[in-house]
């Protein structure tokens, strides 16, 4: 930062012109007079021709003197009505791939509103993917594919762009937000309680060959997170021997007004805790507002044949990963924080109790309650528990005849849509007052967030692919991996000053990492 400010006053103290154009090409990384170098991401250096040979060219930007509404990728130098070429300097003739091969690729730009979009164009950064949505894209009207390097081989370079308020890429993304790993203090609370799982070999007398490390045994299992004006909160669940465990989580926002600094500080506490007495296994978890629902459920590993033939551990006596049930209950579980943070109220209704509200034949079964997720729709709490989707009414949350069984057609108005993250962890959340369904994938740096809308006079959920916003983040997931099985967890919120947060949790239950958009 302390470069680019002597760099920036030493031009301007050579008498140079201000900038009339919003972008500029530069055969040096030295940038005009009001002109800085465009952002990078991903290990790029800025040069547009990088491990491509040919001409060192840099995009420089002065987007805060001069408004800019459109770029344009295109094959020829020719504009048209309201469009202008990039200007340069440096014997560069505006060809992105100059003497490198590969396409001609010419930026045009525009300073007319309407043309390219109607709301300004703040920030262009150089990322190394290619962003998903066309609205954080150049136009290409000619076909090309977007990639600054196309047919030129070196770095897959594209230019990403993002608009002022009002448009959906303020969302956290690979080129707007700033990481925050946070550790929490656990005071007088127990720790979670994280157990690796060991295969031993029994030799004769009963000595062990060795013990090998092959996955763990007891680990966090799930998050949600929440936030008001000055912390962000982390609800998590534990796996345990023979009783789990539930924590709440508490970081301070260091309010920056910047997304190149942490939104989150560095270090937490646990605001509260309980021990989910006769389940082991509090699983999946669903929020909505600050009601936090688990499936709760008691899981036995040694009956798990699946699990226990790929540990090797159907030896008798040779896994060291054993549960101690306190009962065999499985259940929904949920907790209101609405009026205390440190004393909510729980509810729990077990599994079997659903029945009462489904039709035969399609009735709950009586195995593990591992199968969990939903959130607000509209208003509205929706899960899906057990693969059968209901609605919360109102009134009691603990009394089953507040939920009614709702029909959603997956072909009809729950498509799988292409380009969708499709892992495992989902979601409802609300952002802006619009509900959309998050997905999250186990080592994946991608999302997707994809419109849902529920219409309470037909029981009807839709989840659309038209407006599906798919997003990248740099750092991506806290994905850990303990011996040989990997674990994510994510979630997204938004707090009430509009500032969005990812957040990921290790697979111990002590750490997480924070990306945030800028707040508004």
Known sequence: MKLNFLLFTVVLGM???????????SNSWRCPSGYSLAKTSGGLNGDLNQSAGGKDIFLCVALYAVPLYGLKLQQNRNCG???????????????????????????CYSKNP??????????????????????????????????????????????EIFREEGSTNWLPSESSFNEAMTNYNFGRYPNPGYEPADVCVPIIGGLGLGCTAVGPCWHAQQMVSFADKNYLYVFYTMSQERHGKAYLLRAPLTKADSNTLPAVESSGTVLWYEQTTNFNHPGDLVISGRIILTANQNWDPMEDKDWYLQLGCDLPGTCTCKSNLASRRQALTMWDFGDSLISP??????????????PDGDKMDNSDADDLWGGNVDGHLIIQFESKWLHFKGTSLGTVRSWERISVTREANYPSCPGEVDGSNKLFTTIDDKSYLASFETDNDCYSLRPASYDDSTKKLIVSCAGMIVQCTRGGQLVHISRDKYRAFQTITQGPNGQVFLTSLNMYGTQTQVVASKPF
């Open 15 to 25: 008498g140079g012109a201000w900038p009339s154009s919003p972008v500029y090409l």
């Open 81 to 107: 009505s309201g469009w202008n070429l990039t200007p340069t300097s440096g014997g560069l003739n505006g060809d992105l791939n100059q003497s490198a091969g590969g396409k001609d690729i010419f930026l």
């Open 114 to 159: 309407g043309q390219g979009g109607t709301k300004k164009i703040r920030n262009i950064y150089l990322t190394k993917r290619r962003p998903v949505d066309n609205l954080w894209m150049p136009s290409r009207p000619d076909g090309l594919n977007g990639d600054l390097n196309q047919s030129a081989g070196g770095k897959d370079i594209f230019l």
């Open 345 to 358: 109220r729980r509810y729990t209704i077990d599994k079997s109790t659903f029945n009462s509200i489904l």
